[in-house]
């Protein structure tokens, strides 16, 4: 029924909209009830998904980079799913040693003034464990653009888990420590259910061909992994380090419950990025293994077209409404504080989706070392930022600190996608995009003041709705998204008899 790419990709968006849409409601009505609570959660989550790029030792990388390599017709693929889960087992049994030993050290960073939550250190563990497996067949699976199912139990299952737990301790039902082990609970339930469905595509890959793996594949195969893991790490520096580093210097969880409040709704910005970037992956792998420069620039600017259309229309409708969200919401004054930073890790979004799929065309080239390169120059940097501007800023300051890694991150990857591949991601557009977005927003805020936030939401919404759309139509501001309305549209018409 969605067996093409296009489809696969709508019904994802579909699947995050609806995880958002609850992510948005519990961190508005649910997660303010017990910040603290909250923030123990979020930091616990943050934290096991900053280490697991140790865990999947590369497998991620070659899940994606190596398939075609290992491809064969009766789908056996000489093994490749076992290969990678080997290496996704290896790295597990590694990081477990390597935790209990360092344990006490890392565990300072989570000291709290309420010395009833220092106790939950140890479950990061295996939180990340099994969001690393999770994580590794959710990339596999891209290879057969299959994107509903790991949506559905790596992502949206968590979005019904989450405030369900924290809900019920609110009420009075269960403890923190059952929070905490609900939270393990998810992923294993998640993981189980990835596995069972990889099962039903593709049991015959698990059993290993060893004859294929000759020396010298295994060798290129291990370098390849050894600079992803690297490049990996630094990417959930720039991603998470903000998050870990807040609790490190200011170890009240409030304030990582108020940081999170604002990076979760900006992630909502994130949703074309999502879909798009698990279906245009391994078409980007594919092209430059083809070499067929003409198409990757095509995709290259189609995809940047879309994600910045997209992009700057959800955070201009999230900045106008902001002050009637705080307006209703439980501890909405102490929230309020926080506004700079959903500014700036919006503009971080915009400026990653607007600079298109850099990331991914390095990183499935010849050149794919140079992410590694950058990537520590640029988690490094993330982190010595966000430790003076968070001690001079505040929250905020690690919002500050994202938005200046990033952007020196993306113009160093358009430069390099430039030089070495001769491509751009831009058109005259993208400022007629950005005009019109900010205008249509500027009108939508000076909408009457109602003195209810919801009726406010509304009218500011539609307005700006209208507004933007109908600039982005006449003008064409993307060709490709034109295309899928206009289609869409006359396919409604013609189920109304039209």
Not at 61 to 73: C, L, P, R
């Amino acid at each position: 029924m969605f067996n093409s790419p296009g489809k696969q990709s709508v019904v994802r968006i579909l699947i995050s909209v609806a995880g958002y849409i609850i992510g948005a409601l519990s961190t508005l009505f649910i997660y303010p009830l017990d910040m603290k609570l909250h923030g123990l959660s979020t930091f616990l989550l943050t934290a096991s998904l900053m280490f697991a790029p140790f865990i999947l030792v590369g497998s991620g990388a070659v899940a994606i980079n190596n398939y075609n390599e290992f491809k064969t017709e009766d789908k056996r693929d000489n093994g490749f799913l076992g290969v990678i889960i080997s290496m996704y087992l290896l790295g597990s049994l590694i990081f477990a040693l390597l935790f209990f030993v360092g344990g006490d050290w890392l565990s300072h960073f989570f000291e709290s003034r309420d010395a009833d939550y220092n106790k939950y250190f140890m479950y990061i563990l295996p939180l990340t464990i099994l969001q690393a497996g999770c994580a590794l067949i959710d990339v596999y699976l891209n290879n057969f653009t299959k994107v509903i199912i790991p949506a559905l139990f790596k992502e949206f299952l968590l979005k019904l888990t989450l405030p369900l737990l924290i809900g019920l301790h609110i009420l009075g039902y269960i403890s923190i420590e059952h929070v905490v082990w609900g939270l393990v609970g998810n992923y294993v339930l998640a993981l189980v259910l990835l596995l069972i469905y990889t099962a039903y595509l593709r049991k015959e890959s698990f059993v290993i061909n060893f004859s294929f793996l000759t020396g010298d594949r295994v060798r290129r195969i291990m370098h390849y992994a050894f600079f992803a893991i690297l490049s990996a790490f630094g990417n959930q520096l720039v991603l998470y380090i903000d998050t870990v580093m807040i609790k490190a210097i200011l170890p009240d969880f409030k304030y990582v419950s108020i940081y999170n409040m604002h990076s979760s709704i900006s992630n909502f910005i994130n949703i074309p990025v999502i879909a798009i970037i698990s279906v245009a992956s391994p078409i980007v792998a594919r092209y430059l293994s083809e070499n067929d420069m003409g198409k990757l620039a095509g995709l290259y600017r189609s995809t940047s077209s879309i994600m910045l259309l997209l992009g700057t229309f959800l955070l201009m409708g999230i900045l106008i409404n902001m002050e009637s969200v705080y307006a209703f919401m439980s501890n909405g004054d102490a929230y309020s504080l926080g506004f700079m930073i959903i500014v700036f890790l919006g503009l971080t979004k915009i400026v990653d989706m607007g600079t298109g799929l850099n990331g991914q065309i390095i990183g499935y080239s010849q050149y794919y070392r140079i992410n590694f390169y950058t990537l520590i120059v640029l988690g490094l940097s993330n982190a010595i930022l966000n430790y003076f501007l968070i001690h001079t800023m505040g929250v905020t300051g690690a919002a500050l600190a994202t938005l200046i890694s990033m952007v020196l991150y993306n113009l160093f990857k358009l430069y390099y996608v430039r030089k070495k591949f001769g491509i751009w991601p831009f058109s005259n557009k993208d400022i007629l995009i950005i005009m019109f977005a900010i205008l249509s927003a500027l009108a939508a805020y000076m909408a009457p003041n109602t003195g209810n936030p919801y009726i406010q939401i509304l009218i500011r919404t539609t307005l700006f709705t209208v507004l933007f759309w109908a600039a982005a139509l006449y003008f064409n501001l993307s060709p490709r998204v034109t295309i899928i309305i206009k289609d869409n549209w006359k396919k409604f018409r013609k189920g109304l008899g039209k």
